[in-house]
């Protein structure tokens, strides 16, 4: 940890919430050791006890939070018989017959949303250009407009490069802002211009489905799907306006949930489990041979790591192990001397880490990150 000796630039600390630095368990477990003290004083802590404490909070903070909504379409074409539907190969583009560099480079659409683009640096001009000083220049005179180019106003790295390439003085009159390179595991990638992502190039894997809680199963009888009965009871409801028959909302929710109930008897809408662990989704009935249908998912998938560790409860909760960690360490050695003369008790560290620890645990399970909010409240007066 010998780095953390070195005095860092003000912008390594400039951090908002969707902009930190803190990309890797790297960064985040250089941040534990400064509010544990180090290096003012000394915190015998391995590296790999560090590394843990994150990963174990990680690895809580995903079981309740630490999730996206993602809509996932197939077809039971490349459903697996008596076994299921693999879904974190589902809703990724590459072959899952793939290898992993094969993963990594396959071609993507660039117009794909599974596709994030890196573009370059960005520059911000620090005085006002008037358009008459690129009169001299057909192509920069019509491409400027008429108000020339303000204070503060951003170039991208083209638009830098054609007024540098007018006029090289120009440079100075713009302050560049980099784009941060991609990184893997704290480590720079070079020559990266698209990531999928819907893989973890942390963890080097696919993200996984935390849960499905919706199936919703397309229809391919053509122009018969207009006269089913959920269709016919909302034209029915619709025509309130127009002229009552007695049908309210009260009755067309009770015959939806008759509706429902009786598919589920008769099973003529299929059930669905899926197992985390294996990633299979499996229908009952399963779908047939020969026959196919469309059908949408609605899934819950875990964020990537880079973007886990960024969370504050991440950072308290792997603090307050280090703490742990830390304190059964001191107790070995009674009385650590501090500078100044002060004296580091390992009992109280112990004390404050586990009273840290079952508070976050209660905050992530019982409310806060923990649970979702309601979309929409409805209630009869």
């Known amino acids: 940890m010998s780095q953390l000796c070195v005095i860092q ?3 390594a600390f400039q951090n908002t919430n969707l902009n930190s630095h803190i990309e890797c368990i790297q960064g985040l477990g250089q941040r534990i050791l400064r509010m544990l003290g180090h290096p003012m004083i000394n ?21 309740y939070s630490g999730y996206t909504k993602e809509y996932i379409i197939f077809d039971s074409k ?12 589902l809703y990724t583009v590459a072959n899952t017959n793939f290898t992993l560099s094969q993963k990594l ?9 599974t596709n994030i683009e890196f573009r370059g640096n960005l520059y911000i001009s620090l005085s006002e250009i008037p358009q008459s000083y690129f009169i001299s220049s057909s192509s920069l005179s019509s491409a400027v407009p008429e108000v020339g180019i303000t204070k503060m106003q951003i170039l991208d790295q083209t638009s830098f490069s054609e007024l540098t390439a007018f006029n090289s003085g120009l440079r100075r009159l713009f302050l560049q802002s980099p784009q941060k390179s991609f990184t893997m595991s704290c480590e720079d990638v070079t020559g990266v211009t698209q990531i999928n992502n819907m893989f973890d190039y942390d963890i080097m894997d696919y993200r996984k489905v935390i849960d499905v809680v919706n199936f919703e199963e397309g229809s391919s009888n053509g122009f018969t799907s207009l006269f ?29 949930d008759w509706i429902d109930t009786r598919e589920k008897v008769l099973a003529t809408r299929r059930d669905f489990s899926f197992d985390p662990r294996t990633q299979y989704l499996r229908f009952f009935p399963q779908p047939k041979t020969g026959t196919h249908f469309y059908g949408i998912l609605e899934c819950y998938v875990e964020r990537p790591f880079r973007d886990v560790v960024k969370e504050k409860w991440v950072l308290e909760y792997a603090t307050a192990l280090s703490k742990i960690m830390w304190a ?19 009992s109280d560290v112990l004390q404050e880490g586990n009273a840290d620890k079952l508070r976050l645990e209660e905050l992530l399970i019982e409310g806060g990150y923990g649970s979702t909010p309601p979309m929409m409240t409805m209630g009869m007066y």
Not at 105 to 113: E, I, L, R, S, V
């Open 328 to 346: 059964r360490i001191l107790t070995k050695v009674s009385g650590v001397q501090l500078l100044g003369g002060g004296n580091l008790n390992g």
């Open 105 to 113: 480079t396959q071609p993507q659409d660039p117009n794909a949303d």
């Open 9 to 11: 630039p003000i912008s």
């Open 43 to 63: 915190v015998e802590l391995h590296p790999d006890q560090l590394y843990d404490a994150i990963s174990m909070a990680c690895e809580f903070f995903t079981v």
């Open 228 to 256: 089913t009965t959920e269709s016919l009871m909302a034209q029915q409801l619709n025509s309130l306006n127009m002229g009552s028959f007695g049908f309210d909302l009260l009755s067309w929710h009770t015959t939806k």
């Open 78 to 89: 490349i459903y697996e018989p008596h076994k299921g539907l693999r879904l974190d190969h």
